[in-house]
């Protein structure tokens, strides 16, 4: 069974960085997509960046571009996000999202119901 697990969340000043992880078990990288999401504090959740099984193909969203860096490490079986001159407008709850299903190596996506298993979330806050 695909399981997922995020860390590296907690407080930042404006204009630092953040680095999360998303760890999987039950599969392997180079059989799983992964996505991140972001839910702001009322909002509905948002698609962040996508990584393929091949790892060849990424995505990002255009509110993150420039800012964000998706990367993985395959022995270890984690893929990170790391999130440069971090906003406001950043904080929330980073949700990581796999997918073992084989839409091809290349495959990505920005849509939820296209990943099966979901990690509890890491929280993000961006205050001074």
């Known amino acids: 069974q695909l399981q997922v697990v995020e860390s590296g969340g907690g407080l930042v000043h404006p204009g630092g960085s953040l680095r999360l992880s998303c760890t999987i078990s039950?599969?392997?990288?180079?059989?799983?997509?992964i996505a991140w999401f972001h839910q702001a504090p009322g909002k509905e959740r948002e698609a962040v960046s996508c990584?393929?099984?091949?790892?060849?193909?990424?995505n990002y969203a255009d509110f993150v571009k420039g800012r964000l860096t998706i990367s993985r490490d395959i022995p270890k079986n984690t893929v990170s996000l790391q999130i440069d001159s971090l906003k406001a407008s950043d904080t929330g709850v980073y949700f990581c999202?796999?997918?073992?299903?084989?839409?091809?190596?290349?495959?990505?996506?920005?849509?939820?119901?296209?990943?099966?298993?979901w990690g509890q979330g890491a929280q993000v806050t961006v205050s001074s």
């Open positions: 039950g599969s392997t990288l180079t059989d799983t997509a």
């Open positions: 999202a796999a997918t073992n299903t084989d839409w091809g190596r290349s495959w990505c996506s920005s849509r939820a119901p296209h990943f099966m298993s």
């Open positions: 990584i393929s099984r091949s790892g060849a193909n990424t």
